[in-house]
């Protein structure tokens, strides 16, 4: 199986900060790399595919970057609502696998 | 606007049965991949089973295989997610999700989720 590995697991952040989340794939999946966001108690929301296309109705706000096995979410201008748990996830190859999550706390 | 809603979660004793249903709307369900993704409370995402649109292949986590089915009823459009020999390792929140591409893209819309607790 694919592992995921996210850096940091926890980050502390204030509002207006920029942050980068990293993801590292155990081998190479090409652009197959999806980013999501998750709040307590909610389902995931998803934020970007193919390693950096938003979807839609997300926010320019989000970006991603990335190709083979390194990968990055930057979130620009942190705002209150963006403090949550991301969560990459490779879809080349089954089974599907997530990161472990990246918790963006307020500072 | 797209609408994923879970139901069919509860509590069931180990080694017993029990069939998620997820009902679509607001796309058109035959024409889309779906998968079942589940989350225990308070830790990360694992993914569980693809189908295709037509629901003649599907995928499965090793962990799942051989005791979930996944399935679908395009004319009904809702997909299945029959478990059974449950183990207390299974409770988690069921998600229904949405592939986006064939597989290309992955996934874009989730459901609310739905509890599976698996104890005695």
């Known amino acids: 199986d694919i592992q995921m590995t996210q850096s940091p697991s926890s980050l502390s952040a204030s509002v207006g900060d920029r942050v980068t989340i990293t993801c590292r794939a155990t081998?190479?999946?090409?652009?197959?790399l999806a980013w999501f966001q998750q709040k307590p108690g909610k389902a995931p929301k998803s934020l970007i595919y193919?390693?950096?296309s938003l979807q839609s109705g997300v926010p320019s706000k989000f970006s991603g970057s990335g190709s083979g096995t390194d990968f990055t979410l930057t979130i620009s201008s942190l705002q209150p609502e963006d403090f949550a748990t991301y969560y990459c996830q490779q879809y080349t190859a089954y089974p599907y696998t997530f990161g472990q999550g990246t918790k963006l706390e307020i500072k | 606007e797209v609408q994923l809603v879970e139901s069919g979660g509860g509590l069931v004793e180990p080694g017993g049965s029990l069939r998620l249903s997820c009902a679509a709307s607001g796309f058109t369900f035959s024409s889309h991949w779906m998968h079942w993704v589940r989350q225990v409370p308070g830790k990360g995402l694992m993914w569980v089973s693809r189908?295709?649109?037509?629901?003649?292949?599907?995928k499965y986590a090793d962990s799942v295989k051989g005791r979930f089915t996944i399935s679908r009823d395009n004319t009904k459009n809702t997909l299945y997610l029959q478990m059974n020999s449950l183990r207390a390792e299974d409770t988690a929140v069921y998600y229904c999700v949405r592939d986006q591409g064939y597989g290309a893209y992955g996934f874009d819309y989730w459901g609310q989720g739905t509890l599976v607790t698996v104890s005695s």
């Open positions: 081998q190479g999946i090409s652009n197959y």
């Open positions: 193919a390693a950096s």
């Open positions: 189908i295709n649109s037509d629901g003649s292949t599907t």
